[in-house]
């Protein structure tokens, strides 16, 4: 597939449910435990607990500007778990289950990464499109 922003997150932001600046967190996935699907996956819990490689984490000092969303590149912690080929972005309430689910990377330096228990910078495209644009 591509990079991609999910069907339901590009309605979240044009219906006005979903802001930049509230809390957005990312993850790495495994795509062997988690088949993608950008039309119908719109929430975090359509990730399989499986899927999930390491720890979510918030991405820091969000901005916006001209539709296009950036923020600090985010450092992922003593990761552990399966082989991951995408990286998410998502909207995190701390509800799986209404927590936006938006972007996901598979096309990306580093991709795929095998962890090993030691800490995985997530370093966001500096270009005009930055981490991503409406």
């Known amino acids: ?11 979240f932001f044009l219906g006005g449910d979903n802001d930049w600046d509230s809390t957005h967190s990312t993850q790495l996935v495994d795509s062997a435990d988690y088949t993608r699907s950008d039309a119908t996956h719109d929430f975090y819990d359509d990730v ?6 390491g720890t979510k984490t918030n991405i820091a000092s969000r901005t916006h500007a001209a539709g296009v969303a950036d923020g600090a590149d985010t450092t992922l912690t003593s ?10 972005v998502f909207a995190d309430t ?12 598979d ?25 991503f644009k409406l």
């Not at 990761?79 to 998410?88: K, M, N, R």
């Not at 701390?94 to 990377?105: K, L, V």
């Not at 990306?108 to 981490?131: E, M």
Request: hydrophobic letters at 40%.
């Open 79 to 88: 990761v552990t778990g399966d082989p991951s080929e995408l990286i998410i």
């Open 107 to 131: 096309t990306a330096t580093g991709l795929p990464v095998t962890p090993n228990g030691a800490n995985i910078t997530i370093t966001w495209d500096s270009g005009a499109n930055k981490i």
């Open 48 to 53: 399989t607990a499986a899927g999930r490689v």
């Open 94 to 105: 701390g509800t799986e289950a209404t927590s936006d689910f938006g972007a996901i990377f």
């Open 1 to 11: 597939m591509a990079n991609a922003l999910t069907d339901a997150y590009r309605d």
